[in-house]
């Protein structure tokens, strides 16, 4: 990436970070109840599938900054902390397990489809820092020069469940991708007072937690259940960004 996209990039995430920031805390009483919001989203537990970054499984140490704010955090009612291994930042959902929307036997076909798509773009690096919030989570944001837009980019060209689902992505539309990476880390229960999660998670808000790199694009299956919020991920396939490499060989 260039060094230009790369600064427009952090730029652009920073203030929508400040955004977000700004809107959570402008509010008062406790955050909203994410188990309830998901329970709604996936149709009632179902399990989802999503083009991912397990960032957690991949960098298990990349949460050590964090540390004081985390114990804090996990003493308190307003706040759900998932273990660190389940942290990720969600590329792109192509859906939910059920008959009527995406069976088992179907999954080989998203990454097997996606595979060639995804070779072309190049590797690169993400730098994970600063905190804000959804109405329902607290997340870390993600400097990728934009490269996670590309990368969605072509799983829409090779897979044609992923550009049904972006036409209801409110961050896609056919002119602009405005998809920003971020990784949840705290979920909120819908108790207490988000008064008390502001007055933790200030003094860390600027918190660097590490450049990483980033050289496959995972699929995985994100289980969920009602009474165990954070099973292990699973990780169905992994597909290497190869760029130019791999661009040498087929026609663009």
Known sequence: MT???TTDAAAEYAARRAEDWAAFTAKSGPGADRWAAWAELSYQWKNAVEFLQPVGLDYPSYLEPLQPLLERLGTMEEVDLPPAEFTH???????FLMSSDILWSQTESFYVNAAPRIHRVQPFSIRIGGISAHE???????DDGHQFREVRRQIRLGVMKAAEMLKS???????ADRYMPIVPFAYFTGRGDRARV???VEPYLNTELGEHPITKIKM???ASDPDIHYPGMDVIAEIGLLGQEYRKGYHN
């Open 3 to 5: 060094s230009n996209t």
């Open 89 to 95: 930042l969600t590329v792109l959902r192509l859906g």
């Open 136 to 142: 329902d989570v607290l997340y870390l944001g993600v």
């Open 169 to 175: 992505d409110p961050e896609w539309s056919p002119e």
């Open 198 to 200: 502001i007055e933790a």
């Open 220 to 222: 995985g299956r994100v």
